[in-house]
């Protein structure tokens, strides 16, 4: 987009950084322009701000789905309709193909399930009076596009608001805040290069106004979607997306003053220069007077009635006029018979901008669409019913028939007239005939031309119908036969089965394969007859090694050396890692002995009563023993006086109430009651600590009521009644002592009911909420000795007993894991064949989870035989043993595999479970489609966890009807839901704003959850569905709405002494249903019209105040936030809310923020930290050289190499390990926790095992000092020591990016998200603070917001969980996996269900059914594509390159360009070039780099080139991947046109434009369907205008109005796109000129070989940097042992090429990695 490509904001995680600069820059820009120019002082200033603003290109429909308004300004709508390049407006208009394009932008949206609101403003009618230069035709349009949107549609159309600078407007959009505004940004763009003059003059008229309405979205803070580069796609909406920036709200404020007012004149100025006051002035009156004549001739239809008005009108007496006139009216009747195929119409030359007949016809029409546009509003106003006007609107007139039908006559004037004569003769007319002639009878009798007499028919001859020189006969465009649109023969099983029917009508017959005239030898195929090209998978083609019979096969006999050395390293790091997930304790002692049912059969015994009593006795004894035991336990914990503080004894009497028996608890209670009821007495100041211990106090006194009533003696019951009282709860005191008295009476049951104490409900609410327990008591399961689990849990076990799938939704730490054990249990115990597969969405969380499992059952005693170990690991980058585990665990792409090679397949037959973790990254886009292909393949029982899943029911359904199409496998799948109000702890909500003063000092805002949902929301759907509130929110919200209510009646029922009365403890169900209750009472207030006011102000009083939200998004910058960090977490640690987790999607801001801690720190001793750092580095430095100068005498060793000379300071040695010590630096500087026994040397060990190579002194530092770092571009050990030591509680503080928001296991009791982000959406915000609140030891989890716009806020508050959709399966290369899987594997009936299963139950052709004729019609193009490719035979097997293809799948559909190139020879050319040498010269390999970077890099350089542009100046580095050069992009050419050509030539074999009918895609109108008058009379005229018709190979039927005619080659690819829909993103092209510029990293990292400097200008993280560079080394290496591997192919020079480039770049790579590939 030519707009975006001057200036935009920053890299993704540093969008403000520089709004400091940029506020000065526009500041003094403003100055100058102010000096330098009085005329025009506005567009300058919004020329910067544009500039300046923060657009970037991403989905726009990440989260907001079916609960979030989408606003569209409608006359932006229309503008980038008018301008489609497709759309003829120069002929009088087409009304229908600008319908069509109007709606399909808005079904996009539809389908994305938002709620769509089209907004029209008044004054903006002047912008389209005025813009084609007196033609009102664009007018006319903007009116009957708008009449067809609310009568067709049930879209909201909006049109009251005059301007978008009323006040009604901006409180339109407050009261509910869309999720963005779509406009348009074309005017900013150059004009003056669209091709047609009005549109040239129309983007003019709309420029002004829309940079007042840009700006003025942004003073709202809306933001802003651009229709320009408008994608849909199946599961994501592309975009580029204007977001708000806070610390520009200053500048937007003044911009928009300065362009109020120039934007109101302009608008008045352009209404001021229409002319046609009076002449509609006149109409009016002649439409008055008249209007009723028409009505009873016509009848109730619309367009004869406006066409008949507007005819009388400009009848004159001339026979042009009049037989223009007449024309006119005929072409209303030939729109209503003619079909679209025949509305496809040939333009003569005679039609060319200085013919007469152009002219005149010109006129004609400008002057009857003005009289239209008078007369369309008088007769909407009648307010008739018009039951034509849904297809009229949307079809109004046709400026290209009527100038057909105007050529027609001027040219054949006898054969029109005559063709005419017999539509209108005879007595049995048909009901068109009809109604025109009754028309013209009114036209000429009320004409302005009085006594006008004229029949319809003849047609009035002119003297201008002689057009000699003018020839009928023109060439015509080629017509090519349907029949030479062959499709090649091929057959097999699933192709035959899948196509079906529909096979029959497609033609065979071709039978010429790919050919080119200049074959590369690559394409030459020497091999015999017998296996020519046929492709065997007997290799890996990433490394070259054969692949062994069988994959998985179990060796007979395995030796302990035949461990690598590395696979024993791996074990250790699994044991260390393990210790702090599972804190080294032993989980489970039990033997994992398999379950022999045969053995197991031994007939009962009969035992004797005696031998019953000996049992019972000895079970009894024993129980004794238990009891003796825990007592003497206790009095050795608690029966001395404890050293540890009151909070932590009673920290530790809870977990010993947790896991003692139940008759030690009601000592251990009673000593609980003891310990609070002193601590109580003791606390006299503080209020905050009496309120702590009055609660605690509280929750012992009702344990023990509830569990021990009837041991309770009479001295605890009158200390307990005491304390009580002096709680202040007598009433209540009087009730727990007239219950002890009678110890059978149950409170619930007590037939006197006594009041409660005031207050004593409203203390519970607001103090006691997180300490709730829930209704249930829940039994012990005798299948989990550990603990009890939860109902949910119970379910799961269940379901997994009977062999079954099962689907689980459940929030953060609520216990998934658990289940997950228990399913690898069952599969271990069920013998040694059995495997479970655990897929994992990250390599991160294979660790992890590989490490828990270890600890789970390493320990464990087993009879595995010999050859099979217990867990195996399987990631790109590593293996252990992974076909002789039962337990692999790996990632989807890697188990994607395994599923469909032909080789593993006696491996996949024994599987018995799978398990899905966050199974809801099958939305994500590009990995998603991986998830999708493994639900659809994987052929055994799953178990699929998540804790954001939006629409499970319908997501089961989908799965169930998979699972029922597999063999084998039971077809039910059960749902369990645990609900995130069921969550163990609540999540309180906080602004952090800190002070403008230099100390330490920040506030923390509580947030109420209602304080962020809009109330328009309320009004429309009501509170979102899993919205919650603690029980002190829903106590805070009583209040608020007794204060608006105080006499409501149905409010005073839910008084909290009311509502609980009857209960001496609130539960959590309890306050559950309080809250439910409010909540709908708020949304009935809200629907009566008197009490919405009072709703509203209700929501305003739960706001942060004005200032609180003003302070808090002044601190939006980086900046601010860098500098006020260490406030917030110094505020954090004073009200023990640590350890954290600070999320910042900036990573350099993570570093900087990390080094600037060691300014802020200092040690205990005389001299800084800084200073003792910085003397140790000059140490280092002086020795660093002395060794350097002894290296080659000395023998240096390769580790100490490895450190850069120019960054000695950032290695590490075992001298300058010895000296960290956390105890060094000031406790109030450090969040180091002092309780752990670290020793220095413990604490240098270490970091010497996990930090020997790193270079990050940061990182060390901030070690030192308590805090962590965890990015993806950090080292794995690093992350490892930061994970290790946070969970073990050594260090409170980690500063993270999202790379902790998928499931790895580092709770916490406070997350801070630390600044705005465009990637900081729903999902990711619920699965971040998922992490706050540790279950068992945090009841209260917080959420701090620090930096995050309100409006931020509120969004992620209130925003629903994204639904899981599918982002696509079905691709070419996904049916070559699937052929090659059928053709190849051994159990072939099988594997051929599992490929129709998977093409029959696509997730999308599911979520839309109409997609199911598409997703055939693509997949026969794609069986078309590889035949005619020769990477099929005609019985579908395998051959030639199709191996090479399958093995590059992950760069899919590149796969196919790189195998594409190799034939047409264009690696073979670039070679060539270099000469005969035996190496290749770095231009030539950088050349190979240059093509092969646009295949294999998929990041896009975004808009990070605008920090070269407007930032710091000189990047070092290539952002932008150059273009081509002209050589290769004529190979790229040729390879575009020629997948085009093959779709365009199997769209033209299947065209359904062939049938003439087509729909409109929102409001469902079908058009085109052969009328059946067609063949009556009006057959003669009709069939001139078939004849006329623009004949192409391929057409889609609206587009074909306008004339756009459907050749082969490149023109095409949007007919193909239009046809295939969303699908045609997955056509193998390749756009070297794209929406978004490709990233140039890859190349200028071959080039300069610097990795800093690009992570610094590229705009790419660390972590996507280092693996996008390794997958490119990967890729290159895949290359070079293929074409070593492949046979009967002169691959001569490519192999030692190819291997050349992947050993410089490997070499490269590790070089500036210091990572052996």
């Known amino acids: ?255 928009r003053q300065t362009l109020t007012e120039p934007t109101l004149t302009h608008l008045r100025s352009l209404h001021s220069r229409d002319q046609q006051a009076e002449s509609q002035a006149a109409f009016e009156k002649f439409f008055s007077a008249n209007v009723k004549r028409f009505i009873e001739s016509v009848g109730s239809d619309f367009r004869l009635i406006l066409f008949g008005i507007a005819s009388a009108y400009i009848l004159h007496t001339t026979p042009e006029q009049i037989s223009l006139v007449q024309l006119f009216i005929l072409h209303a009747g030939l729109i209503d018979l003619l079909p679209l195929r025949d509305r496809c119409q040939v333009l003569r030359r005679g039609f060319d901008q200085s013919s007469d007949i152009r002219k005149e016809t010109a006129q004609f029409l400008e002057k009857m669409i003005e009289l239209i546009c008078f007369g369309e509003g008088h007769v909407t106003a009648l307010k008739m019913d018009f039951p034509k006007s849904r297809k009229q609107f949307a079809d109004l007139m046709d400026g290209r028939l009527f100038c057909q039908l105007v050529w027609r006559f001027r040219t054949s004037p006898v054969l029109i007239s005559d063709a005419i004569s017999r539509v209108f003769q005879g007595s049995d007319l048909a009901l068109t005939s009809k109604r025109l002639l009754a028309l013209w009878d009114v036209v000429c009798a009320v004409s302005s031309s009085q006594g006008l007499d004229l029949p319809l028919w003849p047609l009035v001859s002119s003297s201008k119908n002689d057009c000699t020189g003018i020839s009928m006969s023109e060439p015509r465009h080629s017509i090519s036969p349907r029949s030479e649109f062959l499709l090649h023969e091929i057959s097999f099983m699933s192709y035959d089965i899948y196509v079906g029917e529909m096979k029959r009508t497609l033609n065979y017959g071709r039978d010429d394969c790919f050919t080119q005239s200049d074959v590369s030898p690559i394409a030459q195929d020497d091999s015999s007859e017998e296996t020519k090209g046929l492709y065997r998978p007997e290799f890996h083609w990433h490394s070259g090694k054969v692949i062994q019979g069988g994959m998985g096969a179990l060796p007979t006999f395995l030796k302990k050396t035949t461990y690598s050395q590395d696979q024993t390293k791996y074990k250790r790091f699994l044991q260390d890692y393990s210790t702090s997930l599972v804190g080294g304790a032993i989980l489970n002692a039990d033997p994992l002995l398999y379950r022999d049912q045969s053995k197991q059969s031994v007939k009962p015994v009969k035992q004797s009563a005696k031998i019953r009593k000996i049992i019972a006795e000895n079970e009894e004894r024993k129980k004794k023993e238990k009891v003796d035991r825990e007592l003497e336990k206790f009095d050795t914990l608690f029966g001395r006086r404890s050293s540890s503080s009151a909070k932590g004894q009673l920290s530790e009497l809870d977990a010993f109430i947790k896991k003692t028996h139940p008759d030690v608890q009601f000592k251990a209670r009673e000593r609980k009651f003891d310990l609070c009821r002193r601590e109580l007495e003791s606390c006299l100041s503080s209020n905050e600590q009496r309120i702590f211990w009055k609660v605690r106090l509280l929750m012992a006194i009702h344990s023990l009521v509830d569990e021990h009533r009837l041991i309770i003696d009479k001295k605890l019951r009158r200390s307990i009644v005491k304390e009580l009282k002096q709680l202040g709860f007598p009433s209540n005191a009087a009730m727990i002592e007239k219950e002890l008295a009678d110890k059978q009476s149950v409170l619930k049951e007590s037939n006197e009911e006594v009041s409660a104490d005031e207050g004593y409900f409203r203390f519970q609410l607001l103090n006691m909420g997180h300490l709730m327990q829930s209704e249930a008591k829940l039994l012990p399961d005798p299948r989990v000795k550990e603990f009890i689990p939860d109902n949910w849990q119970r379910e799961v076990m269940d379901v997994v007993d009977k062999n079954e799938s099962v689907i689980v939704s459940a929030p953060t730490s609520s216990g998934k894991t658990f289940i997950s054990f228990y399913c690898m249990e069952k599969v271990l115990r069920s013998g040694p064949d059995g495997i479970l597969v655990y897929v994992s969405p990250t390599k991160a969380l294979v660790n992890q989870v590989a490490a828990t499992i270890y600890a789970q059952f390493a320990h464990r005693k087993t009879d595995l035989p010999t050859g099979r170990t217990l867990c195996g690991v399987f990631t790109r980058d590593y293996r252990l043993q992974p076909y002789n585990c039962q337990i692999l665990v790996t990632v989807p792409e890697v188990f994607d595999i395994f599923l469909l090679s032909t080789s593993s397949q006696k491996w996949v037959r024994n599987l018995k479970y799978v398990i899905f973790d966050e199974i809801h990254c099958l939305s994500q886009e590009g990995r998603g489609k991986v998830w999708e292909r493994l639900l659809l393949l994987v052929p055994c029982p799953f178990l699929a966890l998540s804790a954001t899943i939006g629409n499970p029911e319908g997501f089961q359904r989908w799965i169930q009807i998979v699972q029922r199409a597999k063999r084998g496998v039971s077809s039910r799948v059960r749902l369990v839901i645990h609900k995130a109000s069921d969550r163990y702890s609540y999540l309180q909500k906080h602004i952090a704003v800190p002070e403008k003063s230099k100390s330490f000092s920040t506030d923390l805002i509580p947030i109420h959850p209602a304080s962020g949902v809009a109330f328009g929301r309320i009004v429309q759907s009501g509170f979102p569905e899993d919205y919650t509130m603690s029980t002190a929110e829903s106590l805070r919200l009583y209040d608020e709405l007794r204060k608006l209510f105080p006499d409501n009646p149905s409010l005073a029922a839910n008084d909290p002494e009311l509502f609980f009365r009857g209960e001496q403890i609130v539960r959590r169900s309890g306050a559950k249903k309080f809250e439910e209750e409010l909540k709908h009472f708020v949304e009935e207030m809200s629907r009566l019209s008197p009490e919405r006011e009072k709703i509203q102000e209700l929501l305003h009083s739960l706001h942060p105040s004005s ?118 630096c000031k406790k109030e500087f450090s969040f180091f926790n002092w309780t752990k026994a670290f020793t220095s040397r413990d604490f240098a060990n270490l970091q010497r095992k996990y930090l020997r190579y790193s270079r990050n002194t940061w990182f060390k530092e901030a070690i030192q000092r308590g805090v962590g770092c965890h990015h993806a571009g950090m080292a794995t050990k690093e992350r490892q020591l930061t994970e290790k030591l946070f969970r073990e509680g050594a260090i409170k503080v980690v500063v993270a990016t999202s790379t902790l928001a998928l499931g790895v296991h580092m709770p916490c009791r406070t997350v801070v998200f630390a600044g705005d982000s465009p990637f900081l959406d729903s999902l990711g915000f619920r699965q971040m603070s998922g992490r706050a609140g540790r279950r068992g030891f945090d009841s209260i989890g917080n959420i701090v917001f620090f930096g995050v716009p309100w409006k931020k806020i509120c969004q992620l508050m209130t925003t629903g969980v994204p639904s899981l959709r599918s982002s696509g399966t079905l691709d070419f290369n996904t049916i070559l996996r699937l052929v090659t899987f059928e053709m190849l594997s051994p159990f072939s009936e099988e594997d051929q269900e599992k490929g129709l299963s998977f093409l029959r139950n696509a997730m999308a052709v599911h979520e839309t059914p109409e997609l199911k004729m598409l997703q055939k019609h693509f997949y026969v193009l794609a069986i078309e594509y590889l035949r005619t490719k020769s990477f099929l035979s005609p019985l579908g097997e395998p051959i030639h390159l199709a191996g090479l293809v399958i093995h590059l799948n992950y760069v899919d559909p590149q796969n196919f360009l790189a195998v594409s190139f190799l034939e047409m020879g264009l690696f073979s050319d670039i070679i060539e070039a270099d000469g005969h040498n035996e190496k290749l010269s770095e231009a030539t390999l950088r050349r190979l780099v240059h093509v092969l970077a646009y295949l294999f890099v998929h990041a896009s350089a975004k808009e ?191 192999f030692p090429a190819f291997d050349q480039l992947a050993n410089a770049f490997g070499s490269k790579f590790s070089k500036a990695y210091k990572f052996q590939l």
């Not at 260490?1126 to 801001?1149: A, G």
């Not at 929406?1635 to 610094?1656: H, I």
């Open 1504 to 1694: 990070c080139h605008d920090r070269h542009n407007h930032g710091k100046k000189g990047s070092p580095c290539e952002i932008i991947l150059p273009p081509p050069d002209d050589n290769i992009q004529d190979f790229i050419d040729r390879h575009n046109d020629e997948v085009i050509e093959i779709s365009t030539r199997y769209i033209a074999s299947v065209a359904p434009s062939e049938e003439g009918k087509a729909e409109l895609s929102l409001s469902k109108i079908e058009f085109g369907f052969d009328s059946k008058e067609a063949n009556s009379e009006w057959n003669g005229l009709l069939s001139h205008f078939r004849s006329d018709t623009e004949h192409c190979q391929i057409r889609l039927p609206f587009y074909s109005l306008s004339g756009d005619r459907g050749k082969c080659g490149a023109d095409n690819l949007h007919y193909v796109k239009e046809f295939f829909g969303v699908m045609s993103d997955n056509l193998p092209l390749l756009e070297t000129i794209p929406a978004v510029p490709y990233s140039s990293y890859v190349l200028d990292f071959f080039k300069n070989e610097q990795a800093r400097a690009l992570e610094e200008w590229s705009g790419l993280t660390s972590g996507d940097l280092f693996r996008g560079l390794q997958d490119f080394y990967y890729c290159t290496r895949a290359m070079s042992v293929a074409l070593g591997k492949l046979e009967g192919h002169d691959c001569s020079k490519l």
């Open 1 to 255: 987009m030519e707009s975006h490509s001057e200036g935009h904001s920053e890299s993704e995680d540093e969008q403000w950084e520089d709004d400091d600069s940029i506020r000065s820059s526009i500041s003094t820009a403003n100055d100058d322009s102010s000096s330098s120019s009085d005329e025009t002082p506005t567009r300058p200033t919004f020329d910067l701000i544009y500039h300046h603003l923060n657009i970037r290109y991403e989905n726009v429909l990440r989260d907001y789905e079916e609960d979030q308004v989408v606003l569209v300004d409608g006359d932006c709508l229309l503008l980038e309709a008018f301008t489609d390049r497709t759309l003829d407006w120069d002929h009088g208009g087409q009304y229908l193909h600008l319908t069509y394009l109007v709606e399909k932008t808005l079904n996009g949206f539809r389908r994305k399930n938002a709620r769509v609101h089209v907004v029209f403003f008044r004054l903006m009618e002047s912008a389209w009076s005025s813009s084609t230069g007196g033609d009102l035709s664009c007018l006319l349009a903007r009116k009957a596009v708008i009449r067809h949107l609310k009568q067709s549609t049930d879209l909201s159309i909006v049109d009251r608001f005059e301007s978008f600078m009323s006040e009604d407007w901006e409180e339109f959009v407050r009261r509910d805040p869309p999720c963005f505004v779509v406009t348009s940004d074309k005017p900013f763009g150059d004009v003056s290069s669209s091709e047609r003059d009005w549109c040239r003059l129309l983007l003019e008229n709309f420029k002004l106004p829309l940079s007042a309405f840009l700006v003025d979205c942004q003073r709202m803070e809306v933001d802003c979607v651009f229709l320009a580069g408008l994608q849909f796609k199946v599961n994501q909406t592309y975009a580029f997306r204007c977001c708000f920036s806070p610390s520009m709200k200053k500048d937007i404020e003044e911009v």
């Open 1107 to 1224: 200032e609180q939200r003003e302070a808090a998004e002044e601190n939006c910058s980086f900046q601010v936030l860098d500098d006020n960090i260490s406030k917030l977490l110094m505020k954090l640690n004073e009200e023990d809310k640590l350890p954290v987790i600070v999320f910042w999607y900036s990573m350099e801001t993570i570093v900087d923020y990390l080094s600037f801690m060691e300014e802020m720190s200092e040690p205990a001793g005389a001299r800084s930290l800084k200073a003792e750092n910085r003397r140790r580095k000059e140490e280092k430095k002086k020795r660093k050289r002395e060794e350097k100068q002894n290296r080659l005498l000395r023998g240096k060793k390769k580790r100490e190499e490895r450190d850069d000379p120019d960054e000695s300071a950032s290695s590490s040695t075992p001298d300058a390990l010895d000296e960290y010590d956390p105890r060094r």
